[in-house]
């Protein structure tokens, strides 16, 4: 089998800080800050829509451009408290407010994201009553599914189409005011297929097991009781969670006792319900699961070593570590996300040496040669990558910035091996657990500079995401394999390869010789005759008709 690997460049900068972040809005002016929500935070339109808290008293709904001065208030103040954001249907954001102090107007809310455009939608004013919601929805058909409670069903299915007439409780699956919430894990808590969404619930017959809802009361049932045992309370069972829609089936995480909690998927039948592998004796506890290049990854224990990145294609054969840590591979948080960027899998993870090496950023193409680490996190073995934003040209992550500082710094980098670049200065902390988000090409970030403001919005600007040109793509995305090569090379390039000029391969010895190639119909370049060289260390150079060159290490065997 051929192995991907991708090549850096010979010669790359060290570490540096090429920017500094500013203050975009104090909305909160003295040593308190406003600590704003980003964690609960959407943006649409090149504007980020979220919580903050200007007073220490309420709770307020804000907007902003990413440029400074221009973040408006357009919820809140006096006896008006956003406590939530639900997600976007069409035009308009629903949101959860109200007096939280005496329980007047708590309900749902909508705005177009005009300024003080605040519609209610439903109300929950009832004496005593009162709506908490959390921070799982899905949307489908142009309906808006969520948890929540009206203080007389618990914690139980709603769906909300923006009316008020469409807003209600779609079943109460744990009758009374019992919950059917499943409180393990609130990430990846639905999923989508064939006009259902499939997600746990606890009833006190069978226990927390795997539902679907068509948004209807009768459409709303248990698809099967993976977990047959006397449920002790309704939220004991196979608890399933992490769902993720792939090849026409909702794969996700369930316990059993026979097996532990393994990796299972369910084509919305009772027989379509099977377990997929049986990962590991105990538990093989997968998580974090993510559709990536026609297979699916997730992060599970390998046994008798620790939590490594897999794939899998649906079957029992086809489910597999892609790189054990004990054959070099990453060792993974169950809790840390994956995110695509350059057509690769990056990650955060340590460097296999039983979980205790350098954590650093990981990327992978879902092969064991193509599964490698960037350089080590800026703070050996006191920093944990965290907050991985992937745009265009950039993966941007939170970090410290160094072994003797407790400060959390901002970091960029392009994908290549010493491509970190610090953005943030020494002083400023960035929060280590709230997300980053980039809007007009400005990152923002939560975190506080030196203690002087708290923790409000700060920025970095002028960041380039447009499209990468062909030179950049060149420098990031062009793969050569295999490496080392005996007769053929094969390169690949996201850019297109016809623009290439000219492909030199130089020897340590300073000799050099031009080599033919072509651009077959695949879009790749093969080149052949690689046999006749010596074996040994060489440099192929390739240039683009623009100027643009590349170099890179190529061993011939």
């Not at 009206?150 to 769906?159: C, I, K, N, T």
């Not at 990796?263 to 997968?286: H, M, N, Q, R």
């Not at 988000?437 to 002028?462: F, M």
Request: some cysteine; overall charge negative; aromatic content about 12%.
């Amino acid at each position: 089998m051929k192995k991907v690997i991708v090549l850096g460049l010979i010669l790359l900068g060290n570490l540096s800080n090429i920017n500094a972040q500013i203050l975009m809005t104090d909305l909160r002016p003295g040593l308190d800050g406003s600590e704003p929500v980003f964690d609960n935070a959407f943006q649409r339109n090149n504007e980020l829509y979220f919580i903050a808290n200007p007073d220490g008293i309420t709770s307020r709904l804000y907007k902003t451009d990413g440029t400074s001065g221009n973040t408006v208030v357009l919820e809140g103040g006096s006896n008006m408290y956003v406590t939530m954001l639900l997600g976007f249907l069409g035009n308009n954001l629903l949101y959860v407010a109200g007096d939280i102090y005496n329980g007047e107007s708590l309900g749902i809310y909508k705005t177009n994201g005009s300024i003080g455009a605040g519609e209610l939608v439903l109300s929950f004013n009832q004496p005593g009553s009162f709506l908490v919601t959390y921070p799982m929805t899905i949307t489908m058909n142009n309906v808006l599914y969520f948890y929540g409670s009206d203080d007389v069903a618990g914690f139980e299915l709603w769906r909300t189409d923006g009316t008020t007439a469409g807003t209600y409780l779609v079943k109460d699956i744990n009758p009374g005011t019992e919950t059917s919430l499943l409180f393990s894990v609130t990430k990846q808590y639905f999923a989508e297929l064939n006009g259902f969404i499939y997600f746990g619930a606890a009833d006190p017959v069978n226990g927390a097991e795997l539902w679907k809802s068509d948004g209807t009361e009768a459409g709303t049932n248990m698809v099967a009781n993976i977990d047959t045992s006397e449920a002790i309370v309704a939220q004991y069972g196979s608890n399933p969670a992490y769902f993720c829609t792939y090849n026409n089936a909702v794969y996700f995480s369930a316990h059993r006792p026979v097996d532990g909690r393994e990796l299972w998927k369910t084509d919305g039948t009772e027989a379509g319900t099977v377990l997929v592998k049986d990962l590991a004796a105990g538990s093989g506890s997968p998580s974090n699961m993510i559709e990536y290049n026609g297979l699916l990854y997730f992060t599970a224990f390998y046994p008798n070593e620790n939590y490594t990145l897999y794939k899998s294609n649906g079957t029992n054969a086809g489910t597999v570590a892609v790189k054990p840590a004990g054959s070099g591979g990453p060792v993974i948080s169950p809790d840390d996300p994956f995110v695509i960027f350059k057509g690769k899998l990056f990650f955060a993870a340590n460097d296999g040496l039983n979980g205790q090496g350098f954590p650093s950023i990981w990327y992978s193409d879902g092969t064991a040669a193509g599964t490698s680490s960037l350089p080590a996190a800026p703070a050996p073995y006191t920093s944990h990558p965290l907050n991985l934003l992937a745009t265009t040209n950039y993966l941007y992550y939170t970090a410290n910035v160094d072994a003797n500082n407790t400060n959390y710094g901002v970091y960029r980098t392009t994908g290549l091996n010493n491509q970190n670049v610090l953005l943030t200065s020494a002083t400023f902390d960035a929060n280590a657990f709230q997300p980053l988000h980039l809007v007009n090409s400005c990152l923002l970030v939560r975190g506080d500079n030196n203690g002087a403001t708290g923790e409000e919005i700060y920025t970095v600007c002028n960041q380039n995401t447009q499209p990468v040109g062909l030179e950049e793509s060149f420098l990031v995305d062009l793969t050569a394999f295999p490496n080392p090569a005996a007769d053929q090379l094969t390169i690949e390039s996201s850019s297109d390869l016809n623009e290439v000029n000219d492909l030199k391969l130089q020897s340590l010895s300073g000799k050099s010789v031009n080599l033919e190639y072509a651009v077959s119909n695949d879009g790749t370049i093969l080149i052949t005759g690689l046999s006749e060289f010596n074996s040994g260390v060489y440099f192929l150079t390739i240039t683009t008709k623009n100027g643009a060159n590349r170099q890179l290490k190529l061993m011939i065997e």
